[in-house]
């Protein structure tokens, strides 16, 4: 039998970890991917497509992760090492951790980078760069903000040593207290974003672009990215939700949790996409702006409306805060690792993680300017590090957390964790993660790689 408390720790309540889950789930991914991927692809079609990811895949594997977490009570790769014996598997399961770890390495180490531009943004809010601002002015500005590497290094290198040091200090003290005032502070500003879009923004544009599907306009490579997104704004397959799963008191209902961390997690994605593409339309702006989208866009509505350099200011530091509880989540499992098997202490194992993502974070960085010459498929490396996470490696976990809940552990064992008293919803989710979610994912890479 695995230990029922983890070495690290545990959280104090049930609604700590929601806390936490919801901190790591709700981040640039919400706010900065989500509606820079769906103005990219089409809007509609793709929205549609990625909410019955999350609702079909998503959820489900979200069930399946913190369940993993939960019984192995370790880092993933313990985890996983210890369920495979319990199961009396073969050891290669251990492989899904290493996967993990290296996923979440990639991803921190251009995460830094992003949220580099949103502290940025903090300081160009706060002293009023964006008043009178027209489109064309906002996009200068963003445009400055790429060519000069020295200043993106400088915002990186203080978003990475921010992260390092709540990790080092153990993620739970702080991160509490924290996430319980500032996301529903970043939930409350969203709204009034919102308001103003409803009252000066091309609302009804923005309305039919996000909800108006058109399958037409839907590439197979648009369902991948819908997928792939899906995956990265609730922060799975990678073991950071097995992590934090891992610290969640065994009496706990998984599926509750589960469920509110997945709602908060939409509710913010579609609140941020309504805030923005009204005001983008309203300004004549094309939605395939890519990475710069919100950069581009917000600053033309705080540079407007009443108080805009507080609401812009504000904005950019909950930005910066709910993109910090993320990266967080991002080195836990490396950290926990070292220190389960290399007996580091939690300072040293943090500083050596975060300071190779910063190393690696430098080369995507550059690749916005120095190096934009350099490209492979015509991406850079901070293009390539985020296609290759987000679209191959997490939903590649995804579909290894499913076989393994869903057809190697004992449906005993499976039973046992998830002590679901409502029989209906434990038949939907085993068949979910059973049939659905490792089938649609094969189905998603086979049709995107063109096999089929
Ligand atoms: N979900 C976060 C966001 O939307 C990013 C993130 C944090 C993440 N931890 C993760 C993504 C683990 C994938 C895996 O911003």
Known sequence: MPATVSIHGQWSTR????????????GLGNIWRFPYIAGDNGGGAFVLVYLACI???????????????????????????????????????????????????????????????ALAYVFKAGTGSFSGLDAEGSAEVFGAMLANPEGLLAWHTIFMVMTAMV?????????????TILMPALVVLLIVLVG??????????????????????LSPNAVLLAMGQAFFTLSLGMGAIMVYGSYLSSEASIAKTSGSVVAADTVVALLAGLAIFPILFAAGLSPEQGPGLIFVTLPLAFGEMPFGVFF???????????????????????VAFMVENLQLNRVFATTVVAMLAWTLGIAALLSLNVWSDYTLFDRGVLD?????????LLPLGGFLIALFV?????????????????????????????????IAILLVFLRAVGLI
């Open 406 to 438: 869903g057809w190697r552990m004992t449906e005993r064992s499976v039973q046992s964790e998830l002590r679901l008293t409502l029989g209906g919803i434990y038949t939907v989710w085993y068949f979910l993660v059973r049939y659905v979610a490792p």
């Open 312 to 334: 812009g200011t504000l904005f950019f530091v909950l930005l910066v805060f709910a993109a910090w509880t993320s990266a967080i989540s991002l080195i836990e499992p490396a």
């Open 196 to 217: 103003y879009s409803m009252a000066q923004g091309a609302f009804m544009d923005g309305l039919r672009f996000l909800f108006q599907p058109d399958f037409t306009a």
């Open 15 to 26: 609604l700590a970890f929601v806390l936490a889950a919801t901190g790591s789930a709700v």
């Open 55 to 117: 609702l079909l895949i998503g959820l489900p594997i979200m069930m399946g992760e913190i369940l993993l977490g939960r019984r192995g009570r370790q880092s993933p790769i313990n985890t996983m090492l210890t369920l495979a014996r319990e199961e009396g598997l073969s050891r290669s399961w251990g492989l899904m951790g290493w996967i993990g770890v290296l996923a979440g390495f990639l991803i921190l180490s251009f995460y830094s980078v992003i949220a580099g531009w």
């Open 384 to 392: 390539i590090l985020d296609y290759l996470t987000a679209n191959i």
């Open 167 to 179: 990790v080092a200090r153990g993620v739970r003290s702080g991160l509490e207290r924290a996430v």
